[in-house]
């Protein structure tokens, strides 16, 4: 007698790829089994072989004509049909594991996968299991991801615009930083647009430049002097086509750096072992001013580069017009070449370095405000002779070890130029901290860290930020020796480079419409499942295709409604609640608060802005 959960047998098994003939007496509906109902090949769904004390899981990936074997001739068997790809295996009195240890066949008995037998399959409530929604398929079980492979073997949140992919990065935060569960998590988010703080700032500490337009915030500051010189250079120069010029700068960088530390000595170093890469504090304000006297002074004497043969402009008593100023960014004002017969002899610098371009740049962005959070960054703003009221220990502490286990880093403010090179430069110099400090308890392998890259097609592309790309290429290749992880979130995983992309052990798929988009992910996704990521074009919003190593079988899962969504939501244009919804009667406008808004660049409202200089 035929089984009520049986559906069909294994005709053609082709390695991990199973043909399953179903029953001439299985309806096309459905099933009904222990008086539940089941649908019979539904791609995606789930179909159980019992070969003995085994039984094989499989995903059915295709159904219908295309999912049958063919003979010699070409000519299709004609029969019902469903493609399986088996995933895994549980035997009697032990549970569900990834892989198969024996293949089916051909005869063995095909059934649909139950209620219960789903729940012994997704049923982990293991203290390393964190809950973000549930099963589509049956609302009753919960959707669990494994936390420890969702961290140490990374993972991709991939989705169009609006298929809420920010809602599922907000509620899975908002599992893996419960303070009753992990109340030692360390998360770093990288923001690009300034969503998460309304969804995360109850729970997150939030850095921004401009903290007044955060409730709670804190400036954000990434010390000029903690970069690597190829890190330094995009930030202050933009860039340095002249390999002659670069290679004076950075000796110039290291003799400053070597200054400061003469004066103010570091545990466990030497001077001889400084150089351009060092973290130790230098003034930069020091390194424009050599630069551009070194480019544009001119002299009293040929060839002469001291300061004692400065050609300054003079006024009629003798003193100079403007001698200049490092610490306020102000250039001296040099006497022009000798022009006429008889007058004192002036000459230009005889510098070769073609960097003046360069030079400028870094002498704007010292002057820009906005630049602050690097080149002057608050307590890490070294003065002249390169001393700072604190170090970088309280720098990591501020970022990583404050009282909040969720790190907001908001760049919606950022000069756009440099906004992808910061995400590289914070993200490089976390991990070397925690690279070498990880035989601390303060380092990562006893307290793992998560870096969460928003937006990440913007920086982690082949042509992208050199800087943002080296960074999480090494934490995905190696940081889950040392216990960093990465979770990339994009709408466009297409533009992401794909080795970095091929390394994240869990994908997180929503809608997808692009094509190449969906090719992509499916290149990634270690299982060979095309047939359910065929499903990522007509997902629901907030529904999400989970597959790898944070979950047992490939899951297709509602993602619960985080607590307070992120600021990302789609504007309503006809909405009776809304002040100025199209079908509201027109209201008066005031646009000399927007332009003042926009001046000040500060969202808050009027009465806000009022009070600000």
């Known amino acids: 007698m035929r089984e009520p959960s049986a559906i069909g047998t294994v005709q053609d098994v082709d390695g991990s790829t199973v043909s399953v003939a179903i029953d001439g007496d299985v309806p096309n509906g459905l099933i009904f089994v222990a008086g539940e109902p089941y649908r019979v090949g539904q ?114 949140v991939v989705g169009s615009t609006g298929s809420g992919k920010s809602t599922t990065v907000s509620s899975i935060v908002q599992s893996i930083s419960d303070p009753s569960r992990f109340p030692s998590a360390r998360i770093v988010l990288f923001d690009m647009h300034g969503e998460y703080a309304r969804a995360l700032g109850a729970s997150a500490n939030v850095f921004t430049i401009d903290a007044t337009r955060v409730s709670g915030a804190h400036e954000l500051s990434v010390p000029f002097w903690a970069l690597t010189f190829d890190e330094l250079v995009p930030l202050l120069f933009g860039s340095i086509a002249d390999d002659a010029g670069r290679a004076y700068v950075r000796d110039l960088t290291t003799e400053l750096k070597r200054a400061s530390f003469k004066r103010k000595s570091v545990a466990g170093l030497n001077k001889a072992e400084i150089n351009a890469d060092s973290p130790v504090p230098f003034s930069v ?167 969460i890259f928003e937006e990440a097609h913007a920086y982690l592309g082949e042509t992208r930020s050199a800087a943002a790309k080296s960074a999480v290429q090494r934490i995905v290749r190696e940081g889950r020796k040392y ?61 999400a295709i989970i597959l790898g190593e944070s979950v047992p079988l490939p899951m297709r899962a509602l993602i619960t409604l985080p607590q307070s969504l992120p600021d990302s939501r789609d504007p309503a244009v006809v909405s009776g609640a809304m002040p100025g919804g199209w079908d509201r009667k027109r209201e008066p406008s005031d646009y000399s608060l927007v332009v003042q808004a926009w001046r000040a660049q500060n969202q808050n409202s009027p009465s806000i802005l009022k009070g600000k200089d």
């Not at 293949?103 to 095909?110: A, E, I, R």
Request: hydrophobic letters at 45%; glycine letters at 10%.
């Open 285 to 451: 304000r020091t390194l424009w001013f050599e630069l551009h006297v070194l480019l544009n002074a001119t002299h009293t004497a040929a060839g002469g580069q001291s300061q004692a043969t400065w050609a300054l402009l003079e006024d009629a008593a003798g003193n100079p017009i403007e001698p200049g100023d490092s610490e306020r960014v102000v250039a001296p004002i040099f006497q022009t070449q000798t022009q006429s017969a008889g007058a004192a002899k002036v000459y230009l610098s005889t510098s070769p370095l073609n960097i003046r371009r360069a030079v400028d740049v870094l002498g704007s962005r010292l002057r820009d405000r906005r630049f602050d959070f690097a080149l002057s960054p608050s307590v890490w703003s070294p003065s002249k002779k390169g001393k700072t009221a604190q170090d970088l220990d309280t720098l990591l502490e501020a970022w990583l070890g404050l009282d909040r286990s969720v790190t907001i880093v908001d760049l919606s403010g950022v000069p756009p130029a440099v906004a992808t090179d910061i995400v590289g430069s914070m993200t490089r110099v976390i991990y070397d901290a925690m690279f070498w400090a990880r035989n601390f308890s303060e380092g990562s392998r006893e307290r793992p860290v998560l870096f």
């Open 43 to 156: 791609v995606g769904s789930f179909a159980r072989i019992s070969i003995g004390l085994t039984d094989l899981v499989g995903v059915v990936t295709r159904v219908g004509a295309g999912a049958a074997p063919t003979i010699a001739d070409g000519e299709a068997i004609e029969a019902r049909w469903l493609s399986l790809e088996l995933v895994g295996e549980s035997s009697r009195g032990r549970s569900f594991v990834r892989g198969v240890s024996q293949l089916p066949s051909v005869g063995d008995q095909v059934h649909v996968v139950t209620g219960s037998d789903l729940a012994s399959i997704y049923g982990s409530h293991g203290r390393g299991f964190v809950p973000i929604g549930h099963v589509a398929a049956a609302e009753a079980i919960e959707a669990r991801l494994d936390l420890d492979r969702l961290v140490t073997r990374h993972s991709a």
């Open 483 to 543: 216990g960093m992880g990465a979770m990339i979130v994009s709408q466009r995983p297409s533009e992401i480079d794909p080795t970095i992309l091929s390394q994240c052990g869990t994908l997180i798929a929503m809608r997808l419409t692009n094509t190449a988009d969906r090719a992509h992910v499916s290149a990634a996704a270690a299982d060979n499942l095309k047939g359910i990521l065929s499903m990522l074009p007509i997902l629901r919003t907030g529904e």
